[in-house]
């Protein structure tokens, strides 16, 4: 079970950090991934992890802004914010899959509830 969580509202230019903490033994073998889905748009990537933490990868909107992070001992993935855009306005999934540095999201299989990102102008 993955729990997505510090989304909230903030100016463009502004930084957050969100953190996605997964319940079972297992986290430690998963790659992980970020996506996002703005209203009427589909579900994009955004940023995966490999499950040692030793490889990243991110959609190049996000690259040199965005920076993934985990943790395996707290069982926590991260994606810190930075020099946020309106454009960044979506909800956030967190998700775990075993194809490393996937942008697909059909090759993840357990996905995290959705935190609200929301960046005024």
């Known amino acids: 079970q993955l729990q997505a969580s510090g989304g909230g509202l903030v100016q463009a230019g502004g930084s957050l950090r969100l953190s996605c903490a997964a319940s079972g033994r297992a986290f430690s073998s998963y790659n992980m991934g970020w996506f996002r889905q703005a209203p009427g748009k589909e579900r994009e990537f955004v940023s995966a992890?490999?499950?040692?933490?030793?490889?990243?990868y991110y959609a190049d909107s996000v690259k040199g802004r965005f920076t993934i992070a985990r943790d395996n001992a707290k069982n926590t993935v991260y994606l810190q914010m930075n020099s946020l855009k309106p454009e960044d306005t979506a909800a956030y999934y967190c998700?775990?899959?075993?194809?490393?540095?996937?942008?697909?999201?059909?090759?993840?299989?357990?996905w995290g509830q959705g935190t609200e990102v929301t960046v005024s102008s």
């Open positions: 998700a775990a899959g075993r194809t490393t540095g996937s942008y697909y999201y059909a090759d993840y299989v357990y």
């Open positions: 992890i490999s499950w040692r933490g030793g490889n990243t």
